[in-house]
Structures are given as C-alpha cells and as structure tokens.
C-alpha cells in the first residue's frame, strides 16, 4: 500500500494507443493497491505545434500568454489519460496544476515552484482514486499559469512526490533507465542500476537526455529518490538517490553533447574587464556559456573561446559583436559544431590519475582535444564532432564500463 | 469611448490568417478609443476533434473530464489571438473562464451561469488593455471548469456584456445577420435591420443557425441589446432588442429546419396515462420532442405521431419501444425525414388570417402538410422534405417578405 508517484513523457501519450497503454500500466499500480498520482506530459509533438503557431503570429510572443497557450497541452493528456482510465474500470480523476496547488513565482515560462499545496488530492487518493495531475505547469499567486520551462514535467513529478511524501517516484521515458554510455554508440553499453544526485546531474547537463537537471537538483535538495524506466517494458530501470548500495566507482558513465558550437573572440585588448564585459553582455542575452579557455598572446592582446548550445551561436555572436564595438576593439567568429565528451563519476574525487588516463586514451586513438573543463566528478573535453562517436566507444572501453 | 463586447466563432479564428484579421477589426474598434472586451471560440474544428479523441476511448466519456478536455479549445484561442494583437501593437491581454469569474453550477458540459464577478477586467479595460475571453467556459464553486454547451461562447459575449453593462454587444459569425429566409433558398430574402428578441429566439429555435436560443433567452432576460453581424465585411448587421423602431410585422421571417424525423406510435391503448408514459420515457432519455400530434381510432385505439432532431431518432424509438413493451401494446416506426417550416412575426400575435393564407399558399403549390404546431408568434408546419425549399418561397413571397 505505498504511494506512488509516475510520471510520463511526451513520447509515452502520443497518441491514443500509447494512453491505453499507458492506463493499463497505471491500472496495474492500482490494482495492487497502491495509492497513485500519475504525472503526465503534453502528447508529442503538441508543445512544438503551438509554439511554431505562435512565432508565426509574432516572432517574440508574450511569456504570460505562452504560458496560457502551453498549458492546454498538459490539459488535454490529463482528460485523455482519466476518460482512458475509465474505460478499463480505474476511478480516477484530473487536475491542472494550478488545481493541485503548485503554486510559483510570477516567471512566465520558466517559473520557480514556490509551494506545493496539493489542493484535494491526498483526499482523492484516500478516496480510492488514481490523480492525473498535469506536468510542467503552476499557478502564480494572482491565479496566472505559469511554466516551469523545458522537461517541467520531471520537476512537477519530483516535486510533488517530496510534498506527498511519496514512497516511490517513476520517470517513465522512453529509455530503459541511464546507461552507462548512449548505447546507439557503444553497444556494448550497460544500464546503470543506482547511481547518485551528483552524477545523475552531470550526466543531465552533459547531453544524455534522459532527465532535465533541475529535477534532478530538486530530487537531491528534498532526498526524493526516484526510478527511471521505460514505459515500453518491465525491465526495472535506474534508481538515482543519495547513497548507492555499490562502491562507488572512478566512472559511472561517459556522455556526449554534440550539440556545441564554439565561439572565438580574437584581439581583444588584455586589460581588466574586458573579458567581463563579453560574459556580461552574453548573459544579458541569456546565453548560455559552457566551456571557456582564454589565453593572453603576445603584446597584451588576448583570445578567448567559449562553447554555447548551438542554438544559441547566433545570438551569442551578435551580443559579443556588440560588445566589441564597445570596447573598440576584437572580432568574434564562429567554428563548425563541436562535440563535448565527458567522463563522469564519485569515485575521481578520492583518486588521481583519471585525467591523464581520458587524454591519454584520447591521444593514443589520434583523437585531438580543443579544450578541457573539470569539476569535482568529471572531465570534459571538447573535440571535432566527426571523433565524438569514437572517442566514447575508446573511453567506455579504456575505464572498464562493458564490464 | 463606448465599452464594447466582440465575440468571433469558431469559423472567425480557425487559422492563423483568420486570426490576424479578427485582431485587425479588434484594433479598429481599440483605435476608436472604445474599451473593448472580445469573446473567442475554439478554432474551427478542434473542439470535433477532441470529442473524437475521447469517445475514441469511452464511448460515454465522464462530463467532468469532458470539461477539461473542451476547455483547452478556447484558452488556445485567446492566447494566440492576444499574441497576434501584440504583433500589431495593441495592448491585450487574455483571460479564461476562471480569471474573469464566469461562475457557474456544477453541471458539467451544460452549466448555468450562476454569478459573473468580472475578476479584473474593469482594472485592465481602465488600464488601456483589450481583453481577449475564452469563451464557452465558466467555473464551479470547488475551482472546477465547466462548459456551457453548444452555442456556449454566444451566452459568455451576452452575459459578460451584460456583467460590464457594456454599450454594445456584437456577435461576429460568416453571415451578414438575421435574413427573412436563408438566402441561399431564397435569393430575395432581404437582412432584418432590426428584430425582437421573441422573434429571434423562435427563428433561433426554428432551425436559422446563426444563434443558440439560450444566449438570446439570457439577452432578453437581462436587455442586452445585440448585433449579430459577419466578420468577413463592414456591413451592419441585424440587432436584436426588446423594441424595435419599425412597426410590428406580420411575419418576420420564414425558417425551415430539414433535421427532424418524424415517429409514428400507433395502436397504442386509448388509456389515461398512456402518452404520458411515452413522453416520460422520452425526457429520461433526453430526447426533445418537437411537434405533435394525437388522434383516437375506432375502437379506443390511439395513434400519436411526434418529431425529433434526426439525431435522436434511435433513441426515441428505443425509448418508445422499452416503454410499449411495459404497455403491452402499440408499436412504433421512424419514417424517413421531414421538414418543419415556420413563419415568425410578433405582429400575427394581432391579427388574424395569417395562419389560413400560409396553408392555403401551401396548397396551392400543392404542398401537403403533415402537421401543425403554432405559439404566439410563429406556425409551423412538417412537410416532406422535398418540398422545403419550394414552401419557404412560396411563403416568402405570399408575405411579401422580398418588398
């Protein structure tokens, strides 16, 4: 009689086959008598037609009326998702965000969760009925929905587990849980049966795409532990909590982010600030900057390279751009896409050796590395995106995860 | 500087084109000075769908959900429409059902209109702002959304005009208002520059489709002066008040509704109570009976002929049938469809003749009527349905309906 928490992707409803069987799954939690709240996404492919509708309104729409205008998505999956549970005898019931309680800030399209009230849902469950509660949206305090941003989903399922208390929360995807490489590219690949915040977190912003790493910090913040797993199959997925019961291993993982472009800035003059004021344009431009090397040259004139979602090269050439016309100096040009590859794991905190061993490996296989980035858990190297298949297959092999 | 209330249907705003010309009237009348409040339908088209997806998985999908499924249509509408007013620099804003404090009771996907509190509009007209409403939704006591049934969004523009005690109030459909017959029948039927809510609610109720007899009920209730006018011209429209200026007319209008069928009960028991049962169990089913008639045969048997909307027509014969087999005797059958033509005018409320002359033109043109059914102000007859579009000529011209 635990209280369960799932949550379900957009690729999981995408249409009304994939909810029947989604139901069906629920239908099993519930006849085993759990207690369910169920988290759903919009079906796929809906958030990305209403957004395309509104840019061909206005090319910059409104924060607050996209909030309104995304929100139906989730909407329509919840009613879906409780008539298809009806039709298999489940009692179950919807409720929109702002009808749970999640209550946020006023930050159209990226809102803050604030509260969780719950609204009557607890009164629900207790009542024998499973909740459909829609993902990704809230409820400011004058009543406005808001959104939480990309993959909100996964947030509103944690966030609503840890205000419930929930004894389990699961991620349905459409992976069978986190691997320990993108086993489209290395085969040999093993899925990672627990793995910690910390890592899970990396391996998020490091492009394996399994979960946004905000739900990932919120899970860790609360000590929400929670499942991934597919909503294809039975095969138990990956359990992210605090502690593993295993060691803790030098390499959980090797991830790939293909997605990068790198940004040169030649020329600039080598004098206090400069650089500041390049990084301070490109976050008023809401740029985001990732890997960064700056390098002072001869006669006081310095380089600086950064890499940024490829997205986003063009604004962030056209606020460096500007940037420069300030200071009067410098040029900015943007290379072909790179690939960012990345070695992550708890263990590399207590030992040495894991650095020299990723170039190394790299080295030996002719692979040339761009630039480095370290943190506690992990390296990261960027290079040319025509090695990045290679240089995971080399490293999934040179740190023993086939094994 | 009037306050005004738009309301545009689901034809007016069923894709982005429409759209961007239904926020180009909407700056016309901002441009004016006019405070403006606009009523939205769900884009053409999506409110079928979404029932398709429902009934796909239930055949009798809860009202609840139905509720918040339908929802969605119109909270897409607003918010795309207030985007593309933002594009053409007109300061908008978009609110549900919920936000302008549309309560309703809890019937689901048929809910009254309980109390309008308006929630901010007034702040926001004052403050230079269109406000774009979802039309067809309301909220319950318990935060609930609701639906207001078919024609929904006419009653929300009448009942928000009437909470705003707005100066004027336009419907903006595909037809240039209120005709004396449907001109694509009769080419010579002229616009009524201006008709009585009585007259426009039995025409409403007659089979003219250009409004739900409900949104002119809550007009009349509450003396909202209306205009029902097209959105693709600048042409007035027909409006629709307790009082015209032009003199009563004989007949107003000729309507004629080709969707009904009529059931024949016959050898039925020539009892008390009997006809009684059969419309019981009509009502428990929901169907809504239209015109009838009973005779008594020889021998204390009765026959009793009726009409339904087509739609309805197994229902009603299930439901006859379930209740003759309690009786033990009669039988019952569904002939093919009928039309019901009526003339409609205030005016035949005083005289008298009219009534003789519209069944003695049908004779003449040798159009034999099946059944008669009259109130104050309108007389309709069922003929077949082959003869529809000749009798609303004929009786166009017999009360020279083209001068």
New interface residues.
């Given amino acids: 009689m635990a209280l369960i928490v799932q949550k379900y992707g957009g690729t999981s409803v995408k249409d009304?086959d994939r909810?029947?069987s989604v139901a069906q799954r629920i239908k099993n939690a519930h006849d085993e008598g759990h207690r369910v709240v169920v988290v759903v996404s919009a079906r796929g492919g809906v958030t990305n037609r209403?957004i395309a509708?509104?840019k061909?309104?206005?090319p910059e729409?409104?924060d607050?009326?996209?909030d309104?205008?995304l929100?139906?998505g989730e909407?329509?999956t919840?009613?879906?998702t409780?008539?298809?549970l009806?039709?298999i005898g489940v009692p179950a019931?919807?409720r929109?965000g702002?009808?749970a309680g999640i209550f946020t800030d006023a930050v159209h399209t990226k809102a803050r969760i604030v509260e969780i009230r719950g609204g009557d849902l607890r009164e629900q469950l207790n009542g024998g009925k499973v909740v459909i509660l829609a993902g990704f949206q809230g409820i400011n305090a004058n009543?406005?929905v808001t959104t939480l941003g990309r993959g909100g989903s996964d947030l509103s399922a944690i966030a609503i587990a840890a205000a419930l208390k929930a004894d389990l929360c699961q991620i349905f995807t459409d992976v069978d849980g986190v691997y320990t490489a993108d086993p489209r590219i290395v085969p040999e690949a093993r899925k990672i049966p627990e793995i910690k915040y910390e890592e899970m977190l990396e391996l998020a912003s490091l492009g394996s795409k399994v979960m946004q790493s905000r739900a990932v910090e919120f899970a860790n913040k609360y000590g929400v532990v929670f499942e991934v797993r597919s909503s294809y199959n039975d095969n138990p997925g990956t359990i992210v909590k605090a502690q593993t019961t295993l060691e803790d291993v030098l390499v959980r993982g090797v991830a790939c982010d293909k997605n990068q472009t790198k940004v040169v800035v030649s020329d600039i003059p080598d004098q206090p600030g400069a650089a500041a004021q390049i990084f301070r344009s490109l976050a008023e431009a809401q740029v985001n900057v990732d890997m960064i090397v700056q390098n002072v040259g001869r006669q006081g004139i310095a380089n600086l390279t950064f890499t940024v979602p490829a997205d986003d090269a063009y604004k962030a050439e056209r606020a460096v751009s500007r940037c420069l016309d300030s200071l009067g100096a410098g040029k900015v040009s943007l290379t072909d896409r790179i690939a960012k590859v990345s070695i992550v794991g708890v263990g590399m905190q207590s030992h040495s050796g894991v650095a020299s061993r990723m170039f190394t490996t790299l080295a030996e296989h002719g692979i040339n590395i761009q630039m480095i980035s370290t943190s506690e858990i992990k390296i990261s190297v960027a290079i040319s995106l025509d090695s990045a298949d290679d240089a995971v297959r080399v490293l999934h092999r040179a740190f023993a995860l086939d094994q």
Wanted: aromatic share 0%; glycine share 6%; proline share 3%.
């Fill in positions: 009304l909810i029947r209403l509708d509104a061909a309104l206005h729409p409104d607050r009326e996209m309104v205008l929100t139906i909407q329509e919840i009613a879906l409780t008539i298809a009806h039709a019931v919807s929109t702002g009808q009543g406005h």
